[in-house]
T-cell receptor
Framework: NAGVTQTPKFQVLKTGQSMTLQCAQDMNHNSMYWYRQDPGMGLRLIYYSASEGTTDKGEVPNGYNVSRLNKREFSLRLESAAPSQTSVYFC?????????????FGSGTQLSVL | EDQVTQSPEALRLQEGESSSLNCSYTVSGLRGLFWYRQDPGKGPEFLFTLYSAGEEKEKERLKATLTKKESFLHITAPKPEDSATYLCAVSMFSGGYNKLIFGAGTRLAVHP
């Protein structure tokens, strides 16, 4: 049982390049999320998908786009990477967006934008 | 402003030396408080959920408690394998949906 799988693990981009981070979960969860984690700050929500077919902005959506491909997969795209997007990115899933929303996280993608 | 603050930022303990981590919050309409453990290079791993003041949860050497303004994660007789960053998160209802706010974490190092 893999849980939440993210790829790639590491990525280095030049300013202006684009890339897509992939995420898949095998727990039959309805809700999926993308977070970024920066030193000295709490995890911040970029985008989320409450259920298949829906996506919504979180706290820090600028510069990102997402696609909920199906119930299992939720991708994050950087169209034109900027140094401010250097961070560790985590995908997560939960049964729903209701009160019982324990999150299950992937192992993260460390992204550096030069 | 809704806020979650964890203290201390870092804590160094000797094996067997019990201590507590603090998570204080200022949010309107708490729906739940969550504790996660994060090992270096990995994603956070869920530990506990607390829903109301007075509630307590235990798991091995860890015990989480909740008051109206803060939560404590008590670590009893820690071992080196308890070394990790511990994250606190608060769930609240805002803007029509459940919102989760994370603290910056406490880095715990337990030395033999």
């Amino acid at each position: 049982n893999a849980g939440v799988t993210q790829t790639p693990k590491f990525q280095v981009l030049k300013t202006g390049q684009s890339m897509t981070l992939q995420c898949a979960q095998d727990m039959n969860h309805n809700s999926m999320y993308w977070y970024r984690q920066d030193p000295g700050m709490g995890l911040r929500l970029i985008y989320y998908s409450a259920s298949e077919g829906t996506t919504d902005k979180g706290e820090v959506p600028n510069g990102y786009n997402v696609s909920r491909l199906n119930k299992r997969e939720f991708s994050l795209r950087l169209e034109s990477a900027a140094p401010s997007q250097t961070s560790v990115y985590f995908c997560a899933s939960s049964e729903s967006r209701a009160i019982r929303m324990e999150l299950f996280f992937g192992s993260g993608t460390q992204l550096s934008v030069l | 402003e809704d806020q979650v603050t964890q203290s201390p930022e870092a804590l160094r303990l000797q094996e067997g030396e019990s201590s507590s981590l603090n998570c204080s919050y200022t949010v309107s309409g708490l729906r739940g408080l969550f504790w996660y453990r994060q090992d270096p290079g990995k994603g956070p791993e869920f530990l506990f959920t607390l829903y109301s003041a007075g509630e307590e949860k235990e798991k091995e050497r860890l015990k989480a408690t909740l008051t109206k303004k803060e939560s404590f994660l008590h670590i009893t007789a820690p071992k080196p394998e308890d070394s990790a960053t511990y994250l606190c998160a608060v769930s609240m209802f805002s803007g029509g949906y459940n919102k989760l706010i994370f603290g910056a974490g406490t880095r715990l190092a337990v030395h033999p």
